[in-house]
DNA sequence: CGGGGTAGCTATACAGCTACCCCGGTGCCGTATT
């Protein structure tokens, strides 16, 4: 063991040019390299992806990193090729399927030491052959919170993850993230197979973060009250939306109001438009971004000084997530919040459109079963089932775990999945009651966060308790939150970067997006990627 | 759930009201088409 540390310490400063390491990583390392399943739970900011990267060097085999976003993919691979590793690729849908098959060959011949892939992917046979073939030393989960945030709807190949594990061999499971209730910290253990010795946990409190809520009337009032802090707040921020009209709406407010350096993020807009937004407020050129909850994960910028919620979002977590963006560089922030108890109609709405009833439960099965093809079209899906492809795919996940359905691929015709052997009207019943236990879980997510709005205690204790944390000598005076007292003067005296002028080089889209994408000159060329 | 838009009525105001319908977020994947 002794010699084990002297190793991490050597690797620590040889590949990092870190000193000493941050709390909770060498405890997370040790324990992973003696083949123990962990999980950590650390704040934003405290280091979460040295955790993994630090073993793939030492460890003989590969270094499996599981990541929600391709954006965050391309990122660290970028990175660590700048820092000079040669040893790291990835796997997902922005690879042709020539690249894919080049890939699987170089992983097979033990090319790559680190190597990062969407869930989905996990779910393809050729790369789970390939990986079991490689063998792999460490599978990394990086945001695991979106096991359950994602898992059991929107991405249900989150929930697969354990039996991927399993077929891969079973190495060591590390799962990371900043934001976890108990019941998800206990899902995470559960479905990994991590003892509660093997749980390493930081408070998730942030110091400098304040916390201001402020109820309001009516939609006009919403506005002026954030005209009102957009002008007074210093530094560069994020104002986070519900709906994709709502921000074009608040772009369109903060214009007519002199707010110029703004733009806005939501998943309805090109890929390319969103990275180069994204990229642009990484380089402070534009001071403000008001988003959906599209924007935000992985965007690693350390001095943004405020995060205003136009509309509070469903969860406690979404919102500890958002407000967590703020001053990673460990100066004071400000999360200010307007609301308005007609805002809970967004988020009931979309509970009500995503719900499936058991009568729609029972249509899905009788179609899936009574079609000889084996084969459901996307045109079925609505003229039939009067269902999105979300919606298919976690029937699909539910039927499966139901043993209606063996298995399930998506091919160019649609759904071609094989029957099971499960009874129907059994099936039917569990996948109901499975689909309708999703759905009240959210509501209780979405009640303990307009709870959290209401109540008058500390904000702040408040959230800790939510999580299950101890909240005893919390005490910031005037940068606590709007129920302990706040000086909200105090950061409009907090000023970020000012923003600057871009080269014209720096404009080139064509540059950014190379850069940022690197898809043409990937793998095969190796530097650009 | 409830805001916003629209159709339709009233009955003589180029408006005003009501009733009704629609819509609302997150990203992989694979495929065909722009």
Redesign the pocket.
Known sequence: MQKLRGQLDEALVRYFGYPSFRPGQRELIEKLLQGKNVLGLLATGGGKSLIYQLPSLILPFLTLVV???????VDQVQKLRQQGRRDVAY?????N?EE?QQLLREIRSGRYKLLY?????L??PAVVAALRQRRVSLFAIDEAHCIS??GH?????YLRLPSVVEAVGSPPVLALTATATAEVVEEICRLFHIHRDDLVKQSLNRPNIAYDIQKVDS?QEKREWLLHALAHLGGSGIVY???????EQVVRLCREAGIDNVHG?????E?ME?VLIQEQFLRNQLRLIV?????G?GVDKPDIRFVLHYHYP?SLEAYVQEVGRIGRDGLPGYAGLVY???????????????SLSRADVEKFLQVVTGTASRTIS?AQLHTELGI???QM?ALFFYAEQAGMVADV?????GYVYHLGTGEQHIAAHRIAEELARVRQA?LEKLQAMEHWLEQTGCLRRAIAAYFGEQADGLTYDMYCCSHCGLDRSYYGRQTGAAARTMSDKEWDLEQVLGRLLGRRSGLESGGSL
């Not at 709807?153 to 190949?157: G, P």
């Not at 308005?340 to 995503?354: C, K, N, V, Y």
């Open positions: 990541t929600p976003l391709i954006s965050l993919m796997v997902n849908s922005a690879l399927p894919v892939v969407s869930p989905e992917k779910k393809h945030q994602w709807d929107f991405r249900t190949d939609e939306c519900s709906t994709r009209e709502a921000v993020y939501h998943g309805g807009m890929a969103r988003a959906t909850n599209a924007f994960m469903a308005w108890p007609g805002d809970t109609a967004i988020h009931q709405g979309l509970l009500r459109a995503e996307f999105g492809e979300t795919r691929v998506l091919t160019k015709d959210k």
